[in-house]
């Protein structure tokens, strides 16, 4: 059989160029805001079911850069890329260096981005078509940080073009208890720099190769395992401010280098707040308890619920909710081992750069069903960042959705696991709770 030289060529061409790789999808908790499709279900209701009611959380959109990441990472480097005699066009893929300068200042630290506001403006446009049949919200709420109360503001721009969402803020007070959209910040037993001590271990290790190609490169700047990180999220904070960044070449960072900087993050967050430190479940509960109370209510003054808050948050809920979960249907229960300090465990549920990117999302939906092969009634299903979610141990409906009496069954049992926060955290003020009630207010 003979095969003219143009399919020859076509098919040698598809062979050479199958593998792509995109680094703005393994930035971590810097991640632009992207819809992963893992697991690659439809996020349409599944035949025959209609959304009735649904909860947002939604993390705050992309910022100039958060002070931490500034302050230990970035900073340090561009302050010794400015004070460093190196002739960086002799470098190769660090030339660009002869001519960048840093998109971040100290004045905006922390502030939203021109690109962080149109994706808060776009995700309240995509909620407005997602739910036609819906009223549109007369609150919205927002944990009183300004980039969080700036992201649902631009949320409510998009969502409707009358003035009749309100934004309702809510204090970051350390005496809130769990009625609070930080939670965190109320819990003496949460600590921000949990996660440190064991990324730290994985950084030392990844840093190491990259260190010494960039030092044959520029011998004269002196490279350490913090500038390699912070050049790294460089690629993700310049490209939220100005639309794009040379950090992100991937002759600069191999495809492995990124993916070993993702998982260093995912140590932190897993360690931080993930199923690695006990009370991530624990902050984590009071919003899927009210979320839950509010689907299951005959009655809501809302169709649609929506919250803005901070990255430590929505992994805290995950985990409170068992998404992601690296050792689910294995049989044990050691999330721990999952998670190897030393080496890359290549095959994990739990990836930071689909749980928490810049605008992260998690949504519970109330639908009801009439479709075949189910008994016609309401049910529930979560979704994260747009993409549909298997509860473990209640999957018992369309779509991987949960029945309405399952889902109150295993909210219960979440309970049991996670409930009480003022015993769990021994907070010192007199006037803790355990349960979320801005909803009802």
């Known amino acids: 059989m003979l095969y003219s030289s143009a399919l020859v060529f076509a098919c040698v061409n598809a062979i050479a160029t199958a593998y792509s790789f995109e680094p703005l999808k393994h930035l971590a908790g810097i991640a632009p805001y992207y819809e992963p499709e893992d697991p690659p279900l439809d996020p349409k209701p599944a035949q025959g079911c209609n959304v009735t009611r649904s909860t947002y959380l939604v993390r705050h959109a992309a910022i100039y850069a958060n002070d931490f990441d500034y302050e230990e990472y970035i900073e ?176 600069v960072f191999s495809p492995n280098e990124w993916l070993d900087f993702e998982y260093m993050n995912d140590i932190q967050y897993f360690y931080n707040a993930g199923y690695a430190n006990p009370i991530s479940g624990v902050l984590g509960f009071p919003w899927l308890n009210a979320s839950a109370g509010l689907l299951l209510a005959d009655e809501t003054q809302q169709d649609i619920y929506v919250s803005f808050t901070h990255r430590e948050l929505p992994p805290a809920v995950i985990t409170a909710m068992g998404l992601f979960n690296n050792s689910a249907y294995s049989g044990t229960n050691n999330p721990n081992a999952t998670m190897p300090l030393k080496t890359q465990n290549y095959n994990r549920a739990w990836k930071s750069s689909r749980i928490l990117p810049f605008l992260s999302n998690i949504a519970l939906e109330r639908m009801t069903c009439e479709s075949y092969g189910f008994e016609a009634g309401d049910y529930v299903r979560v979704l994260v960042n747009n993409n549909p979610h298997q509860l473990l141990q209640c999957d018992d409906g369309p779509g991987v959705s949960c029945s309405i009496e399952q889902f109150r069954k295993w909210v219960g049992a979440r309970g049991e696991m996670f409930g009480g926060f003022t015993e769990k955290c021994q907070p010192e003020y007199t006037n803790s709770t355990n349960v979320l009630t801005i909803y009802e207010k």
């Open 76 to 251: 340090p480097f561009t302050d010794k890329l400015k004070n460093t005699t190196v002739d960086w066009q002799r470098t190769g893929p660090l030339r660009f260096l002869s001519t960048w300068k840093t998109p971040i200042s100290e004045e905006e630290l922390e502030d939203l981005t021109k690109i962080g506001q149109l994706e808060s403006y776009k995700l309240g446009v995509d909620v407005s078509l997602r739910y036609p049949g819906l009223k549109k919200p007369n609150k919205v709420w927002a944990s009183t940080a300004e980039r969080t109360q700036l992201s649902a503001s631009s949320f409510i721009d998009g969502l409707s073009r009358s003035n009749e969402t309100q934004r309702i803020d809510v204090p970051e007070s350390k005496a809130e208890g769990a009625d609070s959209l930080t939670p965190y910040k109320g819990c003496p037993k949460y600590s921000s720099s949990y996660g440190s001590e064991q990324s730290s271990q994985y950084q030392e290790k990844y840093t190491k190769p990259i260190i010494e190609r960039f030092q044959n490169l520029a011998p004269s700047f002196n490279f350490t395992e913090d500038d390699i990180v912070g050049m790294q999220q460089l690629c993700g904070y310049e490209t939220v401010i100005r639309g794009s960044s040379p950090f992100c070449d991937l002759d």
